[in-house]
């Protein structure tokens, strides 16, 4: 079991940046890689980035690449998303979920990863 922790998430102005975290804990080893979905109001839950935790190879939502950059420290266990330029349709909870142990294909579906935070709020608003 993998134990996700979110937090940075706040009100931020349009064309601002916000980095989030994610703290994880647990059995990380044998994880292939973690990744950050999104959900708006009345929204499903859509990927936005994913990183293979050994390599560092990064994949991003198309919409998303230019404007995030995923990262992730393996010394302190902890799942980085550097958010720039925001627009005010970013707005939603952003989540980092964990992909199901033993599976080694990066995917972009939710029901792929078994391990998810609580997630943690971004507001993109003036």
């Known amino acids: 079991q993998v134990q996700l922790v979110e937090s940075g998430g706040r009100l931020v102005q349009p064309g601002g940046s916000l980095r989030l975290s994610c703290a994880a804990s647990?059995?990380?080893?044998?994880?292939?890689?973690f990744g950050w979905f999104r959900q708006a109001p009345g929204q499903e839950r859509d990927f936005v980035a994913a990183?293979?935790?050994?390599?560092?190879?990064?994949y991003y939502a198309q919409s998303m690449q230019g404007r995030f950059t995923i990262s992730r420290d393996n010394i302190t266990n902890t799942l980085y998303l550097q958010m720039d330029n925001l627009e005010p349709e970013d707005t939603a909870v952003y989540y980092c979920?964990?992909?199901?142990?033993?599976?080694?294909?990066?995917?972009?579906?939710?029901?792929?990863?078994?391990?998810w935070g609580q997630g943690t709020q971004v507001i993109v608003s003036s």
């Open positions: 647990g059995r990380i080893f044998g994880i292939y890689a």
């Open positions: 990183i293979t935790w050994v390599g560092g190879a990064p």
């Open positions: 979920a964990a992909l199901a142990p033993g599976v080694g294909v990066v995917t972009v579906s939710p029901r792929g990863f078994t391990s």
